[in-house]
């Protein structure tokens, strides 16, 4: 018990340590935070977080702790509940980690910008969403939190509100949200008219859950986290400043919808429709995604197609019924995905904000500390044996080897995987060798530790995090993999093919002939045509059929019926009824006599 009271106590230490530089301003007049202080609280939270999570690696103990209840209608309570399990508290150290290194890195790539405060309140407040989201027992708890990741996703998508691309694209991140949103609330909606409860731990029924929520909670998860159809917003997401990038797509706001499904995965397990639904659309995501890296030419836009990929895969560990594998992707994926970005935001402030990777090359050299980061990265990203991304991917492709699901899916996640591969090795011989390509400029230097003390330590965690977080946290349930040693072996060799197929495009660019342009060619620089068709026929399509519908029910409401022409016609149905009875019959008049005298006397009566 007094464990479980020390675990509960250190992770709401945590907590208030990380919303402390938020409560100093109001205590006190004058403000006192800077980008120093509020990365120093991060840095504190972190530390102060490790001691929890070692403490559930030995001892294992849930908890859930509730502190007020919100008490709106009769019978249905919102209890304010945290539940202390192996996600959150595995989950914590490794966002604050993340985020430590993020905003170190930020003091530099920021020191210009005027509001530079301001913004690192933003990244905290984005921080401290996404915590609440991992902790809430509580499904209103995690809506706030999903919000928070939300808005505090557009506000700093479009920090560089001066440009109209970076509003276009915040916008975008929430209108594709909204989507999602839809069918978190229609879920909400369900629970609690149906378990009448919204603790997560109620809700979960040993009987088969009802298809209609499953749907609206794996929508909700699409929009959040990327998946195809609802995909576009990642990759414009790329107008924020690079640290936003990095915090966005490493342990925030696009992991939100696969923890969702993580967290409420005991209503999926015996609903076979929504666990295929999860696996096919992971599988073609990440294909997809794949797809269209392979021809980017913008170094930040190859690494935002990579996460979707990635999130394509968590997807499909979700499908497999393997919720742990999706969370060990998360947390191993977190490390390299922010330091991919924190080594492309270098290069790009190294190269005057160049971001095309046909202009650099031959940046071995000035930029060792990045250049050599950006391959760590990379390699942890392929799968890599013995870095981080090995010990999640491979075993869930493994996984998915052994499973009788669905080979489609296998087949779609392999050729992803490949495609991983090429795209990464394309990117790092374009940027890394041959000729140096940019003209020679004066910033090329990385001497700066706020540059590489953030990149080293990132790079530590893409080596050593796999093995360190499958060596203490051992998975909930694996099946026994018992496979000859081809399957076992599959991602390493398709890794390899796409190894070679990368090598084969890096000669053909060499080579700079333009190869003749066609429809199939044109599938993954178009991004696979989704844009054009989808921002330009469905916007066009609804506006034009609400313009229809609006002027077609006002012409017909106010004009046709209750304006000029419908008085007309009453005042015509009025003249017909009164002419009707004046025929100059004297049986119609007799008979009306007596009709009225009938009444009258019935009346006195």
Aim: hydrophobic share 50%.
């Amino acid at each position: 018990m007094d464990t479980t009271l020390l675990l509960n106590t250190l992770t709401l230490l945590t907590l208030t340590i990380i919303l402390t530089p938020m409560l100093l301003p109001l205590l006190s007049k004058k403000p006192q935070n800077s980008p120093t202080t509020i990365t120093n609280a991060v840095k504190t939270a972190f530390m102060t977080s490790l001691v929890p999570m070692t403490l559930f690696t030995y001892l294992g103990m849930d908890s859930i702790t509730s502190c007020w209840e919100w008490k709106f209608i009769m019978n249905f309570k919102i209890p304010l509940s945290l539940k202390i399990d192996q996600y959150s508290t595995m989950f914590f150290p490794i966002a604050l980690f993340v985020t430590w290194s993020i905003l170190q890195f930020a003091t530099w790539y920021m020191a210009a910008d005027p509001h530079i405060t301001k913004f690192f309140f933003y990244l905290l407040m984005f921080l401290i969403a996404m915590l609440t989201l991992t902790i809430a027992n509580n499904m209103f708890l995690l809506f706030i939190g999903w919000e928070g990741v939300g808005i505090m996703s557009f506000l700093l998508i479009g920090w560089w509100h001066g440009r109209a691309e970076a509003n276009t694209a915040a916008l975008q991140a929430v209108l594709y949200n909204r989507i999602g949103d839809i069918g978190l609330i229609l879920s909400m909606a369900w629970l609690a008219s149906t378990l009448n409860t919204w603790e997560i731990q109620q809700t979960i029924t040993p009987t088969q859950t009802h298809t209609a929520p499953l749907l609206g909670l794996i929508l909700a998860a699409t929009g959040k986290s990327a998946q195809f159809g609802l995909h576009p917003w990642l990759p414009a997401a790329m107008e924020g400043p690079t640290p936003v990038s990095a915090l966005l797509h490493s342990s925030t706001m696009v992991v939100a919808g696969i923890f969702l499904l993580i967290r409420t995965h005991p209503l999926l397990t015996n609903n076979p429709i929504a666990l295929s639904l999860c696996l096919c659309l992971g599988a073609l995501s990440t294909l997809f995604a794949a797809t269209c890296a392979l021809t980017q030419n913008d170094i930040k836009k190859i690494i935002a197609f990579s996460t979707a990929s990635q999130l394509g895969l968590m997807m499909v560990a979700i499908g497999l019924n393997l919720p742990q594998l999706a969370f060990l992707h998360i947390s191993t994926h977190a490390f390299f995905k922010a330091m991919l970005f924190l080594c492309s935001g270098s290069i790009i402030h190294a190269l005057q904000g160049e971001q095309d990777i046909r202009k650099m090359g031959g940046l071995q050299k000035p930029l060792p500390t990045t250049t050599s980061c950006l391959t760590i990265g990379s390699l942890a990203l392929m799968g890599t044996p013995f870095l981080a991304g090995f010990y999640s991917k491979d075993l869930i492709i493994e996984n998915l080897n052994t499973s009788y699901l669905n080979t489609w899916a296998l087949l779609l996640t392999l050729l992803a995987t490949s495609f991983t591969a090429t795209y990464s090795l394309r990117m790092i011989l374009l940027v890394q060798t041959g000729t140096t390509r940019t003209p020679t400029l004066a910033s090329m230097n990385e001497n700066n530790p706020a540059i590489t003390n953030p990149l080293t330590r990132l790079a530590t965690g893409s080596i050593m995090a796999g093995l360190l977080i499958t060596s203490y946290i051992p998975p909930t349930k694996t099946p026994p993999m018992t496979m000859p040693m081809t399957t076992k072996t599959t991602a390493i060799i398709v890794t390899a093919l796409g190894i070679m197929l990368a090598m084969e495009l890096s000669s053909m660019t060499h080579t700079l002939t333009q190869p003749k342009q066609n429809t199939p060619l044109n599938f993954s620089s178009t991004l696979g045509y989704f844009n054009l068709l989808i921002h330009r026929t469905a916007p066009t399509k609804l506006l034009s059929s609400g313009q229809k519908l609006a002027s077609h029910l006002t012409d017909l409401s106010w004009y046709k019926k209750m304006g000029p022409e419908g008085i007309a016609d009453l005042q015509l149905m009025a003249t017909k009824t009164s002419t009707a009875l004046h025929t100059g019959l004297i049986k119609a008049y007799l008979g009306s006599f007596a009709l009225s005298i009938i009444i009258l006397l019935l009346s006195t009566h």
